[in-house]
């Protein structure tokens, strides 16, 4: 079991470029969560999907930002046009339909500066 | 809707101290409840976790007791150590899946 697992740790980019990360959940676990958090702050919750369906998104998701799942793995978080707000720690964690508790796990983080 | 709320911090410390952080929910269901630990610039760390009433949860001498009667789950460790200092976040979550829902975080400091 190697946790989750997030790519890259940190990332610079100019305004108006778009970025990538990548979230590899705990291998046996089929649900996969992620989150946004800026600087003391608690975590906000971003999406959230079983699989590969998307069952929920905040309304923080706007439409520069998209996930995806495809094959019921991995997971990338794609936000466009980033704009100077995007500036945050972005947290993917995943969790098993089998476990009762649904403890979620979480990776270490994307750090995410826009210049 | 579901609310989980901590007190605030920040908490200081003296290193052999007694914690306590208050945690009280507000949930439509019968969730699962959490502690999550975050030291500076990393993500978070699963402290503890109770799955049903009276459950008691506990972890480096860290405890939480799920109370249902009074919706809460505060944190208490009986002499904290400076290796202690972090952000501390109670959160909920079902288990039939669905997010978790953070309180607003508790720091605590602790002074040698």
């Known amino acids: 079991d190697t946790g989750v697992s997030q790519d890259p740790r940190h990332k610079i980019t100019k305004r108006g470029q778009n970025v990538t990360f990548r979230c590899d959940p705990i291998?046996?676990?089929?649900?996969l969560y992620w989150y946004r958090q800026t600087l003391g702050q608690g975590p906000e919750f971003l999406t959230y999907?079983?699989?590969?369906?998307?069952?929920?998104k905040s309304r923080l998701l706007s439409d520069r930002f998209s996930a995806e799942r495809p094959k019921g793995s991995f997971s990338t978080l794609e936000i466009q046009r980033t704009e100077q707000g995007d500036s945050a720690m972005y947290l993917c964690?995943?969790?098993?339909?089998?476990?009762?508790?649904?403890?979620?796990?979480f990776g270490e983080g994307s750090w995410l500066t826009v210049v | 809707g579901d609310s989980v709320t901590q007190m605030e911090g920040p908490v200081t410390l003296s290193e052999e101290a007694f914690l306590t952080i208050n945690c009280t929910y507000t949930?439509?269901?019968?969730?699962?409840l959490f502690w999550y630990v975050q030291y500076p610039g990393e993500g978070l760390q699963l402290l503890l976790k109770?799955?049903?009433?009276?459950d008691k949860g506990s972890n480096k001498g860290f405890e939480a007791t799920y109370r249902k009667e009074t919706t809460s789950f505060h944190l208490e460790k009986g002499s904290v150590q400076v290796s202690d200092s972090a952000v501390y976040f109670c959160?909920?979550?079902?288990?039939?899946?669905?997010?978790?829902?953070f309180g607003q975080g508790t720091e605590l400091s602790v002074k040698p």
């Open positions: 999907f079983q699989n590969e369906a998307q069952l929920e």
């Open positions: 291998s046996e676990h089929n649900r």
């Open positions: 109770a799955t049903k009433a009276d």
């Open positions: 964690a995943s969790s098993s339909q089998g476990d009762s508790g649904n403890t979620i796990y």
């Open positions: 959160a909920l979550t079902y288990n039939q899946g669905g997010k978790l829902i």
């Open positions: 949930a439509t269901g019968y969730p699962s």
